[in-house]
Protein backbone atom coordinates (compact mmCIF):
# COMPACT_ATOMS: atom_id res chain seq x y z
CA UNK A 1 0.00 0.00 0.00
CA UNK A 2 2.91 2.75 0.70
CA UNK A 3 6.44 2.12 -1.42
CA UNK A 4 9.49 3.78 0.12
CA UNK A 5 12.71 4.15 -1.35
CA UNK A 6 16.01 5.88 0.14
CA UNK A 7 17.65 8.19 -2.32
CA UNK A 8 20.11 10.77 -1.94
CA UNK A 9 19.17 11.59 1.61
CA UNK A 10 15.48 11.64 0.49
CA UNK A 11 12.88 9.29 1.73
CA UNK A 12 10.65 9.02 -0.85
CA UNK A 13 7.32 7.47 0.20
CA UNK A 14 4.33 6.89 -2.28
CA UNK A 15 0.79 5.90 -1.45
CA UNK A 16 0.13 3.12 -3.61
CA UNK A 17 -3.52 1.74 -4.33
CA UNK A 18 -3.54 3.58 -7.82
CA UNK A 19 -6.86 1.40 -8.70
CA UNK A 20 -8.54 3.00 -5.63
CA UNK A 21 -7.02 6.59 -6.05
CA UNK A 22 -5.13 6.01 -3.22
CA UNK A 23 -7.74 5.73 -0.86
CA UNK A 24 -6.46 5.07 2.72
CA UNK A 25 -7.43 1.56 4.79
CA UNK A 26 -6.13 0.18 7.86
CA UNK A 27 -3.52 -1.31 6.28
CA UNK A 28 -2.08 2.00 4.48
CA UNK A 29 -2.45 3.62 7.59
CA UNK A 30 0.43 1.40 9.27
CA UNK A 31 2.58 1.73 6.42
CA UNK A 32 2.36 4.90 6.24
CA UNK A 33 3.04 5.81 10.01
CA UNK A 34 5.66 3.45 10.12
CA UNK A 35 7.22 4.43 6.93
CA UNK A 36 7.17 8.07 8.64
CA UNK A 37 8.57 7.23 11.65
CA UNK A 38 11.86 5.66 10.21
CA UNK A 39 12.39 7.98 8.21
CA UNK A 40 12.93 10.54 11.34
CA UNK A 41 14.74 8.20 13.01
CA UNK A 42 16.81 7.01 10.06
CA UNK A 43 20.04 10.27 9.99
CA UNK A 44 20.92 9.43 6.87
CA UNK A 45 17.19 10.35 5.68
CA UNK A 46 16.94 14.26 6.02
CA UNK A 47 14.14 15.18 3.91
CA UNK A 48 10.72 13.19 2.94
CA UNK A 49 9.18 13.51 -0.42
CA UNK A 50 5.58 12.07 -0.45
CA UNK A 51 3.57 11.78 -3.49
CA UNK A 52 0.78 9.15 -5.11
CA UNK A 53 0.74 6.31 -7.50
CA UNK A 54 -1.02 6.78 -10.75
CA UNK A 55 -3.38 9.47 -11.67
CA UNK A 56 -4.31 10.46 -8.19
CA UNK A 57 -2.79 11.91 -5.07
CA UNK A 58 -5.09 10.64 -2.21
CA UNK A 59 -9.06 10.31 -2.12
CA UNK A 60 -8.96 10.20 1.76
CA UNK A 61 -10.35 7.42 3.64
CA UNK A 62 -10.98 4.14 1.98
CA UNK A 63 -14.89 4.74 2.20
CA UNK A 64 -15.30 1.31 1.77
CA UNK A 65 -12.62 -0.06 4.29
CA UNK A 66 -14.14 -3.50 6.35
CA UNK A 67 -11.72 -3.24 8.63
CA UNK A 68 -12.21 -4.22 12.15
CA UNK A 69 -11.69 -0.52 12.90
CA UNK A 70 -14.38 0.46 11.02
CA UNK A 71 -16.65 -2.39 12.21
CA UNK A 72 -20.12 -0.65 14.50
CA UNK A 73 -23.22 0.46 13.30
CA UNK A 74 -22.47 3.38 13.09
CA UNK A 75 -18.75 3.05 13.92
CA UNK A 76 -17.10 5.56 15.99
CA UNK A 77 -15.18 8.11 13.32
CA UNK A 78 -13.68 9.63 16.53
CA UNK A 79 -12.29 6.67 17.79
CA UNK A 80 -10.89 5.73 14.46
CA UNK A 81 -9.49 9.49 13.68
CA UNK A 82 -7.81 9.12 17.52
CA UNK A 83 -6.24 6.08 16.32
CA UNK A 84 -5.08 7.03 12.61
CA UNK A 85 -5.91 10.14 11.15
CA UNK A 86 -4.31 12.35 14.20
CA UNK A 87 -1.55 10.19 15.22
CA UNK A 88 -0.45 10.73 11.26
CA UNK A 89 -0.86 14.42 11.30
CA UNK A 90 0.99 14.57 14.60
CA UNK A 91 3.82 13.00 13.16
CA UNK A 92 4.25 14.64 9.99
CA UNK A 93 4.36 17.98 11.71
CA UNK A 94 6.71 16.85 14.52
CA UNK A 95 9.24 15.56 12.24
CA UNK A 96 12.14 17.52 12.53
CA UNK A 97 13.23 17.65 8.76
CA UNK A 98 11.20 18.91 5.69
CA UNK A 99 8.37 17.22 4.24
CA UNK A 100 7.60 17.99 0.28
CA UNK A 101 4.40 16.87 -1.11
CA UNK A 102 3.90 16.02 -4.80
CA UNK A 103 0.55 16.60 -5.23
CA UNK A 104 0.35 14.71 -8.76
CA UNK A 105 -3.68 14.76 -8.94
CA UNK A 106 -6.62 15.25 -7.29
CA UNK A 107 -6.36 15.13 -3.11
CA UNK A 108 -9.90 14.92 -1.58
CA UNK A 109 -10.89 14.51 2.18
CA UNK A 110 -8.36 13.22 4.21
CA UNK A 111 -5.95 12.89 1.62
CA UNK A 112 -5.68 16.91 0.81
CA UNK A 113 -5.63 17.08 4.47
CA UNK A 114 -2.71 15.16 4.56
CA UNK A 115 -0.84 17.28 1.63
CA UNK A 116 -1.46 20.38 3.67
CA UNK A 117 0.29 18.81 6.38
CA UNK A 118 3.48 18.64 4.82
CA UNK A 119 5.94 21.46 4.75
CA UNK A 120 5.80 22.45 1.01
CA UNK A 121 3.23 21.28 -1.17
CA UNK A 122 3.90 21.29 -4.69
CA UNK A 123 1.02 20.58 -7.47
CA UNK A 124 0.58 19.25 -10.84
CA UNK A 125 -1.17 21.86 -13.08
CA UNK A 126 -4.19 18.90 -13.68
CA UNK A 127 -4.47 18.35 -10.00
CA UNK A 128 -7.08 19.32 -7.22
CA UNK A 129 -8.17 20.02 -4.03
CA UNK A 130 -11.72 18.59 -2.54
CA UNK A 131 -12.77 19.16 0.46
CA UNK A 132 -14.95 16.05 0.26
CA UNK A 133 -15.90 15.97 4.14
CA UNK A 134 -19.34 17.88 3.49
CA UNK A 135 -20.52 15.86 0.46
CA UNK A 136 -20.77 13.21 2.87
CA UNK A 137 -22.10 14.51 6.27
CA UNK A 138 -18.45 15.04 7.99
CA UNK A 139 -16.55 17.50 9.02
CA UNK A 140 -12.90 18.36 7.44
CA UNK A 141 -10.45 16.59 9.51
CA UNK A 142 -6.84 15.52 9.76
CA UNK A 143 -6.21 19.12 10.77
CA UNK A 144 -8.14 20.30 7.98
CA UNK A 145 -10.12 22.85 9.61
CA UNK A 146 -7.26 23.94 11.26
CA UNK A 147 -4.77 24.14 8.27
CA UNK A 148 -7.20 25.92 5.98
CA UNK A 149 -8.51 28.96 7.82
CA UNK A 150 -4.40 29.36 8.92
CA UNK A 151 -3.37 28.98 4.95
CA UNK A 152 -6.07 31.07 3.08
CA UNK A 153 -8.68 32.88 5.69
CA UNK A 154 -12.12 32.11 7.21
CA UNK A 155 -13.83 33.04 4.26
CA UNK A 156 -12.08 30.68 1.90
CA UNK A 157 -11.57 27.94 4.31
CA UNK A 158 -15.23 28.36 4.86
CA UNK A 159 -16.46 28.33 0.95
CA UNK A 160 -14.11 25.42 0.33
CA UNK A 161 -15.35 23.35 3.50
CA UNK A 162 -18.93 23.89 3.30
CA UNK A 163 -19.48 23.69 -0.31
CA UNK A 164 -16.70 20.84 -1.40
CA UNK A 165 -16.49 23.20 -4.50
CA UNK A 166 -13.37 21.42 -5.51
CA UNK A 167 -9.80 24.04 -6.40
CA UNK A 168 -8.06 23.95 -9.11
CA UNK A 169 -3.92 23.53 -8.12
CA UNK A 170 -3.51 27.04 -9.89
CA UNK A 171 -5.91 28.86 -7.70
CA UNK A 172 -4.24 26.61 -4.58
CA UNK A 173 -1.12 28.46 -5.16
CA UNK A 174 -2.66 32.36 -6.13
CA UNK A 175 -4.06 31.60 -2.52
CA UNK A 176 -1.33 30.62 -0.68
CA UNK A 177 -2.48 26.96 0.31
CA UNK A 178 -0.04 25.40 -1.60
CA UNK A 179 3.83 26.22 -2.94
CA UNK A 180 3.78 26.16 -6.35
CA UNK A 181 2.24 24.33 -9.25
CA UNK A 182 4.41 22.43 -12.05
CA UNK A 183 3.32 21.03 -15.88
CA UNK A 184 2.22 17.67 -15.16
CA UNK A 185 5.13 16.28 -16.60
CA UNK A 186 7.27 17.99 -14.50
CA UNK A 187 6.35 17.57 -11.01
CA UNK A 188 8.53 14.59 -9.98
CA UNK A 189 11.44 15.72 -11.17
CA UNK A 190 11.18 19.24 -9.89
CA UNK A 191 9.96 17.62 -6.43
CA UNK A 192 12.86 15.22 -6.09
CA UNK A 193 15.32 18.15 -6.82
CA UNK A 194 13.76 20.12 -4.06
CA UNK A 195 13.73 17.42 -1.55
CA UNK A 196 16.97 16.85 -2.72
CA UNK A 197 18.26 19.92 -2.26
CA UNK A 198 16.71 20.16 1.19
CA UNK A 199 18.02 16.63 1.83
CA UNK A 200 21.47 18.60 0.94
CA UNK A 201 20.62 21.03 3.58
CA UNK A 202 21.33 22.38 7.35
CA UNK A 203 19.14 19.94 8.37
CA UNK A 204 19.01 21.08 12.14
CA UNK A 205 18.74 24.50 11.52
CA UNK A 206 15.57 23.39 8.70
CA UNK A 207 14.26 21.61 11.19
CA UNK A 208 14.04 24.08 14.04
CA UNK A 209 12.56 26.89 11.44
CA UNK A 210 9.77 24.36 10.80
CA UNK A 211 9.44 24.11 14.46
CA UNK A 212 9.30 27.78 15.39
CA UNK A 213 6.79 28.38 12.15
CA UNK A 214 4.58 26.02 13.14
CA UNK A 215 4.42 27.58 16.67
CA UNK A 216 3.43 31.19 15.35
CA UNK A 217 -0.04 30.50 15.22
CA UNK A 218 -0.53 30.30 18.63
CA UNK A 219 1.90 32.43 20.09
CA UNK A 220 2.84 36.48 20.69
CA UNK A 221 5.20 38.13 19.37
CA UNK A 222 6.41 37.98 22.40
CA UNK A 223 6.64 34.59 22.73
CA UNK A 224 7.69 34.23 19.41
CA UNK A 225 10.64 35.94 19.82
CA UNK A 226 11.47 34.22 23.22
CA UNK A 227 10.81 31.08 20.72
CA UNK A 228 13.38 32.22 18.33
CA UNK A 229 16.43 33.07 20.81
CA UNK A 230 15.93 29.68 22.44
CA UNK A 231 15.92 27.87 18.84
CA UNK A 232 18.99 29.97 17.68
CA UNK A 233 20.68 29.25 20.49
CA UNK A 234 20.48 25.45 19.29
CA UNK A 235 21.18 26.27 15.83
CA UNK A 236 24.14 28.61 16.27
CA UNK A 237 26.21 25.74 18.32
CA UNK A 238 25.59 23.15 15.20
CA UNK A 239 28.24 22.23 12.66
CA UNK A 240 26.25 23.42 9.93
CA UNK A 241 26.30 26.39 11.16
CA UNK A 242 29.95 26.51 11.13
CA UNK A 243 30.44 25.47 8.08
CA UNK A 244 27.65 28.09 6.61
CA UNK A 245 29.94 30.89 7.89
CA UNK A 246 33.45 29.45 6.86
CA UNK A 247 31.73 28.61 3.29
CA UNK A 248 30.78 32.40 3.22
CA UNK A 249 33.87 33.93 4.04
CA UNK A 250 35.51 31.51 2.01
CA UNK A 251 33.83 31.83 -1.12
CA UNK A 252 32.35 28.23 -1.38
CA UNK A 253 29.46 26.03 -1.68
CA UNK A 254 28.77 24.79 1.76
CA UNK A 255 28.96 20.97 2.28
CA UNK A 256 26.10 20.57 5.17
CA UNK A 257 26.54 17.48 7.02
CA UNK A 258 22.75 17.72 8.85
CA UNK A 259 24.52 17.93 12.45
C1 LIG B 1 -12.57 5.25 -3.53
C2 LIG B 1 -12.44 6.45 -2.85
C3 LIG B 1 -12.54 6.44 -1.42
C4 LIG B 1 -12.91 4.16 -1.56
C5 LIG B 1 -12.22 6.86 -4.93
N1 LIG B 1 -12.80 5.26 -0.84
N2 LIG B 1 -12.81 4.10 -2.89
C6 LIG B 1 -11.99 9.90 8.40
C7 LIG B 1 -12.31 8.92 9.37
C8 LIG B 1 -13.24 7.90 9.13
C9 LIG B 1 -14.16 7.80 8.22
C10 LIG B 1 -14.45 8.69 7.22
O1 LIG B 1 -13.59 9.64 6.72
C11 LIG B 1 -12.55 10.22 7.23
C12 LIG B 1 -11.95 11.29 6.47
C13 LIG B 1 -12.22 11.35 4.97
O2 LIG B 1 -11.31 11.30 4.20
S1 LIG B 1 -13.80 11.58 4.47
C14 LIG B 1 -13.66 11.83 2.74
C15 LIG B 1 -13.45 10.56 1.98
N3 LIG B 1 -13.20 10.81 0.59
C16 LIG B 1 -14.16 11.16 -0.26
O3 LIG B 1 -15.30 11.34 0.06
C17 LIG B 1 -13.75 11.24 -1.73
C18 LIG B 1 -14.41 10.13 -2.51
N4 LIG B 1 -13.95 10.12 -3.88
C19 LIG B 1 -14.40 10.97 -4.82
O4 LIG B 1 -15.18 11.86 -4.58
C20 LIG B 1 -13.89 10.76 -6.21
O5 LIG B 1 -13.40 9.46 -6.32
C21 LIG B 1 -12.78 11.75 -6.61
C22 LIG B 1 -13.39 13.15 -6.76
C23 LIG B 1 -11.65 11.78 -5.60
C24 LIG B 1 -12.19 11.34 -7.97
O6 LIG B 1 -13.24 11.15 -8.90
P1 LIG B 1 -12.99 10.38 -10.28
O7 LIG B 1 -11.76 10.88 -10.90
O8 LIG B 1 -14.27 10.45 -11.04
O9 LIG B 1 -12.68 8.84 -9.88
P2 LIG B 1 -13.73 7.73 -9.37
O10 LIG B 1 -14.72 8.32 -8.44
O11 LIG B 1 -14.25 6.99 -10.54
O12 LIG B 1 -12.77 6.76 -8.50
C25 LIG B 1 -11.96 5.72 -9.08
C26 LIG B 1 -12.03 4.50 -8.19
O13 LIG B 1 -11.54 4.83 -6.90
C27 LIG B 1 -13.47 4.03 -7.96
O14 LIG B 1 -13.44 2.63 -7.79
P3 LIG B 1 -14.00 1.64 -8.92
O15 LIG B 1 -13.81 0.29 -8.33
O16 LIG B 1 -15.42 2.03 -9.14
O17 LIG B 1 -13.14 1.92 -10.13
C28 LIG B 1 -13.82 4.67 -6.66
O18 LIG B 1 -14.84 4.01 -5.97
C29 LIG B 1 -12.51 4.56 -5.90
N5 LIG B 1 -12.42 5.54 -4.83
N6 LIG B 1 -12.22 7.44 -3.74
N7 LIG B 1 -12.42 7.55 -0.68
Same mark, same amino acid.
Given at each position: %?? /? ?13 ? =? ?20 ? #? ?26 ? =? ?9 ? +?? /? ?41 ? !? ?15 ? *? ?27 ? &? ?8 ? #???? *? ?11 ? &??? +??? %? ?7 ? !?????? #? ?14 ? &? ?21 ? %???
Amino acid at each position: %TV /LVERVEGVCRITLNR =PDKLNAVNAAMHTALYAALEAA #GRDDAMRAVLLTGAGRAFCAGQDLGDRD =PAMAGDPPDLG +AI /LERTYNPLIRLLRALDKPVVCAVNGVAAGAGASLALACDIVLA !ARSARFIQAFSRIGLVP *DSGATWTLPHLVGEARAKGLALTGTPLAA &ETAADWGLIW #GVVA *DGLLMDEARTLAA &ELA +AGP %TVGLGLTKR !AIQAAG #GNSLDAQLDLERDLQR &EAGVSADYAEGVSAFLEKRTPAF %TGR
